[in-house]
């Protein structure tokens, strides 16, 4: 069994920073790509950050410049360091990380239970 524990969320004036980490356990064999997404009220969940098995980034317009996706392959655990956080920000963030555990023959993806950023203007 694989989990995935996310931490570091919280509130923030406008302008603040935050960094959401996320670890996975259990029984795995391998991870290739983790990532963030988020969710605003009333909106569908958009993707916010990708960090590949080697290390390349993706962000999503709206946060290029002020996140960084960093992973910790030794600990399991993918971080977003936000920083210049904006009202606009708010959501609830969701962690995955793509594993192969010990008795699967492949990769699947894994969620975090999410946690809320709030920011205030």
């Known amino acids: 069994q694989v989990q995935l524990v996310e931490s570091g969320g919280g509130l923030v004036q406008a302008g603040g920073s935050l960094r959401l980490s996320c670890a996975a356990s259990?029984?795995?064999?391998?991870?290739?790509?983790m990532g963030w997404y988020r969710q605003a009220p009333g909106k569908q969940r958009d993707v916010v950050a990708t960090i590949t098995s080697g290390g390349n980034t993706n962000y999503a317009d709206s946060v290029k410049g002020r996140f960084t996706i960093s992973r910790d392959n030794a600990k399991n655990t993918v971080y977003l360091q936000m920083n210049s956080l904006k009202p606009e920000d708010t959501a609830v963030y969701y962690c995955?990380?793509?594993?192969?555990?010990?008795?699967?023959?492949?990769?699947?993806?894994?969620w975090g239970q999410g946690t809320q950023v709030t920011v205030s203007s």
């Open positions: 259990g029984s795995i064999f391998s991870i290739d790509a």
């Open positions: 995955y990380q793509v594993i192969k555990s010990r008795r699967a023959t492949n990769y699947e993806y894994y």
